[in-house]
């Protein structure tokens, strides 16, 4: 009886939602695919979205891809090293994640720089002559997300 008791409380542990961060302050999110297709009226703001982790950063943990399982669109989340460490188990798992919306321009240099660096976190080739132009990111600066099991 010990035993099964215990295997229950176990499981039971491993089946619950894992808050990361701060806790989340907006009652809904969007789908990702909402805010990717029109980010700009939401720069600088709090945004809650949820989808699909597809990658997180193998490096530091901080960073999460989401994405929209009905449209494919992307976003990214990404926090200060150590704000947040997003787990390499959570591919694969819907999650919640709130934070700023940011639209960063960039140079063709710094796209470079930007696309080998996260080809060295992925693992990933990388080259560097098919980049021809800059570009326009636009990503969630993380505060808290939930993954759900």
């Known amino acids: 009886m010990k035993t099964f008791l215990l295997a229950v409380c176990a499981f039971s542990l491993l089946a619950k939602d894992q808050d990361l961060g701060k806790s989340l302050t907006l009652k809904e999110p969007m789908n990702v695919g909402t805010v990717v297709s029109t980010p700009e009226p939401l720069v600088g703001k709090v945004v809650q979205v949820k989808g699909k982790v597809t990658e997180v950063c193998t490096m530091a943990g901080c960073w999460m ?10 976003i990214r989340v990404k926090v200060n090293d150590g704000d947040i460490v997003f787990p390499k188990e959570a591919v694969g798992k819907l999650a919640i994640a709130e934070g700023k919306l940011v639209k960063m321009v960039l140079t063709k240099e710094q796209t470079i720089a930007r696309m080998k660096h996260e080809a060295d ?13 800059g570009t326009t990111i636009f990503q969630i600066a993380g505060t808290g997300a939930r993954l759900l099991e």
């Open 121 to 133: 976190e992925t693992g990933r080739k990388f080259d560097p002559s098919k980049v021809t132009s």
């Open 65 to 74: 891809a989401l994405v929209d399982p009905e449209t494919s669109q992307m």
